[in-house]
Each structure stands twice: as C-alpha cells, then as structure tokens.
C-alpha cells in the first residue's frame, strides 16, 4: 500500500503466471463438466460443487487407503452421485423450464452441503483433513520457479481430459449423436439418438471431470469442509457465461480465463491486499458481460438469452 | 401401413386437433393439406410422439405403437422430415446422414443406405465433407429427406417439404417423392401447395381446425381451389 491506501502492484514473475495456468487448468476442467450437461439438458448444475465437495470428503475419509485406491474411491463416489442426480432429479424435470430446473439445483446444492455437514459433525469438529494427497503438493523446482506437481498433475489433466473429450466427441458415433443432442435435443430424438443414452454419457463425463477437479483441490486445501468448492464453482459459473456458454470449448476458455485472470490477479495484488481480487475480478466480469452479453469468444448472435 | 385412429392433442387445454382418423395403406402416398393452424403439423408430430396426444391410437402395419417416445417412434420404422429441415448446420453433410443411421432397425446395410441416397441425390453426395450450413435451402431439403430414408422407414411422414423453396427446387422435390413412390415406401405429405399435392398424391384430406373435412382424389385437381374455399368459408 502506498500513502493514499491504494494497493500496488507487485511484480508478475515466473511463479505467478504458473500457478496461475494451474488454477486456469482446474476451471477449465469444471467448465468442461458443467458445459456439458448444460450442452444437452439446458440445465446450469449450481450443485456441480457439491460432487467435488463429496469427492473431497471421500478422499478425506479414505486418507489411510492407498493414494491410487483413494483416487479410485473418489470417481466412483462422485460419478455415482452424479448418475443418482441424474436419475432422481433431472430426469423427472426434464421437461420443466430452465427456471425450475436451476432453482432446483440451488436446492440440490444446499441439501448436499448440509447432508456433508451431518456426517462431518459427528466428530464434533468441522471438517476433515485429505492427508493421503498431500504427497502431490511437493514443489519441484524449475529454473528457480517453484512448481507443485499439482500444478503439473492440473494441467496434464487439463490437456489430456480435453483431448480424450475432443476425440470422443468428434471420432466416435456416440460422440457424433452427443454433439447433435447438443445443437437440436429434439431433432437428435426425432432420428433415433436415444435421449437417456446421450444424457447418462454427458453425467458420466461431467461427473468424472468433477471427481479429477475433486483431487486436485483437495490437494492445494487439504483440510474438507461442506462449503468446499462452492467458491470455486460460482465463479467457474460466471466464467463459463462470459465465455459463452453456448458451446463447450467457449465455456472452455471462459473457465480457463477466469482462473488464470483470478491467479493473476492474486500474484499481482501484494499479499495484504488480496481481499481486493473478488471486486476486481468481477469488475471485469461485469465489464465483459456489457461489451459481450451472449459471451467473450462467441461470433455473433448468441440464442443463449432464450435458454437461460 | 398407417392408421391414426381418433387422434386428438391439445394444447394448454385448447384442442389442436380433434378425432383425427387416417389410414395411409403400404406404398399409398396421402397428402393432407389446409391452412396455418389447422393442426396438420401436430398430427405428424403426435404420431412421431414429439407432442403427446389426448386420446387416439397409432398403429403401424397393425401394431398399436405403445409408449411414444421420437426414438422408439423412428426405431420402429417411420421417419419425419420436419418443417424448416432441421439439419445440422454445424455438422458435416455426412454426418447429418450417419446421424439418421440412429433410427435403423438393424445395424446392417447401413452404408449401402447412404451410398444409395447419394445416388438419388448426387447434390448430397457431391457436398459430403462440407458443412451442412452452408447447402441452399434446396440443398437442405434433400439432406433432410435422404437423412430421414437412410433409417430405412417404412413410413415417411413430411412436414412442408416445399416451404421456401424455388418453384424450379419443388419440382425437385415432388419428382424426389415419385422416386420414393417407387421404392414402396408408405407417405404422408403435409403441405401448402394444395392443388399440387392433390394431383399428386392417391388421396388427400382437407384439414381446418383441427379436424379433417374433405377427402380428394387425383380427379379434383383441377378443383382443388374452388372445393377448399367451400369448405373453408
């Protein structure tokens, strides 16, 4: 701070834009699952949190397992979780507005954390230590830049979830009829595309991608609460819509942006004066949102204003 | 082939169509014609189970269709060609065509299917690896009729195949559909064109306001007009 109370900026070195490509990295990869639901369901997941806030929990709690059975306990809890959303929730309100839809996610998501609150009260204290992943957290040192294998486990996760979702997508037939119920729900349906099949491969995918997101932040806040997450969703969120939420590689780089944006904004604030990134970030948020309402990386028109 | 028993669906309450019945028999080409809101769209889109219908019963070759669902509808063997087309413009031309490869009802003779319509439609298969978007309206329409064949229908409902078409296009169109007459398979023609249909098609039904009114035969064409504005006024 200087004399007038105005924070100054420190400098942006090496070690700020890597960890701020690493959080960049873990947006994104919320973005790509709370995209694709939203590509075939129409439906914003508020509740897209609470998967990796349970994925964290079950890491926490099977923390004397081995790391790789820990990992394994977490996909399966999470992707399950997010079939069980499917299948009780969603389904039924398949027809319902995009209005209800959400509103009924917020409850999902409320009714989640205070289910997490229940089991975690039982040991008296709130929260649960993930101990077994802190191994991940180690620094290696580059060049005198200090990268946690994290960093270098959220970007190759990142890239390769991307890319295994890319040729998924666009090599193979049910990849094929995913981006048709994408584009034309309806119409996919009027040709045969079975409306379940696409929907369950999407909560599959986006649960799986919650679960990976699951380890990485568990690995930089090892310590599990009922709110875990929800920060970082909300705004994913508001990254995807400015990225455009339309389609998945522009809610993509929305997700992408906005955690490499807040990462750099964190590195550049000096570290008494960080409670300024939320209003900075957002005040380019909403800066955003008035020069391109229907996304930052979207051509033209967008018909997003009539979904959502 | 098709029957449409006493069909009726309403919409908020309003009924849309009212105890709808026609029978469409194997190789038949009907047409059903009238005008805006008269409730002919509807009546494909109960049948293909995009709307649910109030009462009334679908039966293809006999068999009542249960629990109407698009897919279960497509897999069973009838396939819509919808009003306005409703191709993938972000998909390849090729791709739109696989994508009709869903509805079939055996995994085999699928790519003999695609090759054979882009030898009724050599502007198909000409424009293969391009995007769909980019095809002219015409173009379009050709996609989404060899897309909708390419499931191997018994049945081919089509929703205004001409609407906004050049009349040069149309007859396109129209000599499409005396192709498909050959091939056996069973059509109901949704259109505008009135007198058109009238001549084309074995019978047609006049529908307005949700009910059907008159039954034409190839000999009114000529009367086609006069006839529908009776009914009409």
Same mark, same amino acid.
């Given at each position: 701070m200087n004399a007038l109370g105005v924070p100054v900026l420190a400098a942006i070195n090496a070690q700020v834009v890597v960890d701020a490509i690493g959080l960049g990295a873990t947006y994104a990869l919320m973005a790509v699952g709370i995209g694709l639901v939203f590509g075939i369901l129409r439906l914003v997941n508020f509740a897209y949190g609470q998967l990796i806030m349970a994925g964290a929990y079950t890491l926490a709690y099977t923390s004397s397992w081995p790391l790789g059975a820990s990992i394994a306990a977490c996909f399966a809890v999470v992707i399950a979780l997010s079939l069980a959303m499917e299948v009780s929730v969603f389904r039924p309100l398949r027809e319902q507005s995009p209005t209800v839809m959400l509103v009924t996610t917020f409850a999902i998501s409320f009714v989640l954390q205070s289910v997490a609150l229940l089991i975690d009260i039982r040991d008296d204290q709130i929260g649960e230590p993930a101990s077994s992943v802190t191994s991940l957290n180690v620094p290696i040192t580059i060049d005198g830049v200090d990268v946690r294998k994290v960093t270098i486990v959220a970007v190759l996760a990142a890239v390769g979830a991307l890319g295994a979702l890319a040729l998924l997508l666009g090599r193979t037939e049910i990849g094929l009829r995913t981006r048709a119920a994408a584009a034309d729900f309806r119409t996919a349906r009027m040709l045969g595309v079975r409306a379940n099949q696409v929907i369950t491969l999407a909560v599959v995918l986006s649960g799986a991608l919650a679960a990976a997101v699951a380890v990485i932040l568990t690995v930089q806040t090892p310590f599990v609460t009922p709110d875990f997450a929800l920060h970082d969703t909300i705004i994913v969120l508001v990254g995807v819509v400015v990225g455009g939420i339309d389609r998945l590689w522009t809610a993509t780089l929305g997700g992408f942006l906005i955690g490499f944006t807040s990462g750099m904004v964190n590195g550049a604030l000096p570290t008494d004066s960080t409670v300024y990134l939320p209003s900075v970030v957002f005040t380019l948020v909403i800066g955003v949102l008035l020069l391109r309402p229907a996304g930052l990386f979207v051509r033209g028109r967008s018909s997003v204003v009539d979904r959502v | 082939m098709l029957e449409i028993a006493g069909l009726t669906v309403s919409y908020g309450g309003a009924p849309a169509v009212r105890d709808v019945s026609i029978t469409v028999g194997k190789g038949e080409i009907v047409g059903l014609i009238g005008p805006n809101g008269a409730g002919k769209s509807t009546t494909l889109h109960a049948v293909m189970g995009l709307v649910a219908a109030a009462g009334g019963e679908i039966r293809l070759a006999g068999e009542s269709l249960p629990r109407r669902t698009p897919e279960a509808v497509?897999?069973? +063997?009838?396939?819509?060609?919808?009003?306005?087309?409703?191709? $993938?413009?972000?998909?390849?031309?090729?791709?739109?065509?696989?994508?009709? *490869?869903?509805?079939?009802?055996?995994?085999?003779?699928?790519?003999? @299917?695609?090759?054979?319509?882009?030898?009724? $439609?050599?502007?198909?298969?000409?424009?293969?690896?391009?995007?769909? +978007?980019?095809?002219? +309206? +015409?173009?379009?329409?050709?996609?989404?009729?060899?897309?909708?064949?390419?499931?191997?229908? @018994?049945? *081919?409902?089509?929703?205004?195949?001409?609407?906004?078409?050049?009349?040069?296009?149309?007859?396109?169109v129209f000599e499409t559909l005396a192709e498909i007459r050959t091939r056996g398979i069973t059509v109901l023609l949704v259109e505008q064109r009135a007198q058109r249909t009238v001549a084309f098609a074995d019978r047609t039904y006049l529908m307005a306001n949700g009910e059907i009114r008159l039954t034409m035969t190839p000999a009114d064409a000529s009367d086609t007009d006069t006839m529908v504005a009776a009914y009409l006024s």
């Open positions: - | 497509t897999r069973s +063997g009838i396939s819509l060609v919808p009003e306005g087309r409703r191709i $993938f413009a972000d998909l390849t031309v090729e791709e739109n065509l696989r994508l009709g *490869l869903s509805g079939r009802r055996s995994r085999e003779g699928g790519a003999q @299917d695609i090759e054979s319509v882009y030898a009724l $439609f050599p502007v198909v298969g000409e424009f293969r690896r391009r995007r769909a +978007g980019v095809l002219s +309206g +015409g173009q379009q329409q050709q996609l989404a009729i060899a897309r909708a064949l390419v499931a191997g229908p @018994d049945v *081919l409902l089509l929703d205004e195949p001409s609407l906004g078409l050049a009349p040069k296009i149309v007859d396109v």
